[in-house]
Nanobody, 119 residues
């Protein structure tokens, strides 16, 4: 089993920055990809950014050039640096980790952290 703990959400003004962190812990797992998703009331969860273990990244069009996802393999931690924040970035952010345990892969989710951007 893999446990994820998120931190770093909060309130920011438009144009400001926030950094989210998500640390994975457990035993005998290998990470293949990590990502960040965003959900607002009444809408489905959307992927914001993803990074695979080789380092390749991809982003939602709405955050390209403003958000940066990175991964610290030694710490099993994924980060999301959010710059030039906009009110429409408001939502609950969830980290996800695709991990293999005994050759069985599955996705794990963090508990979610609220990000609120005021205009």
């Amino acid at each position: 089993q893999v446990q994820l703990v998120e931190s770093g959400g909060g309130l920011a003004q438009a144009g400001g920055s926030l950094r989210l962190s998500c640390a994975a812990s457990g035993s005998s797992f290998s990470i293949t990809a990590m990502g960040w998703y965003r959900q607002v009331p009444g809408k489905s969860r959307e992927r914001v950014a993803r990074i695979i273990s080789g380092g390749n990244t991809n982003y939602a069009d709405s955050v390209k050039g403003r958000f940066t996802i990175s991964m610290d393999n030694a710490k099993n931690t994924v980060y999301l640096q959010m710059n030039s924040l906009k009110p429409e970035d408001t939502g609950v952010y969830y980290c996800s980790i695709d991990a293999n345990i005994s050759n069985v892969g599955r996705r794990y989710w963090g508990q979610g952290t609220q990000v609120t951007v005021s205009s």
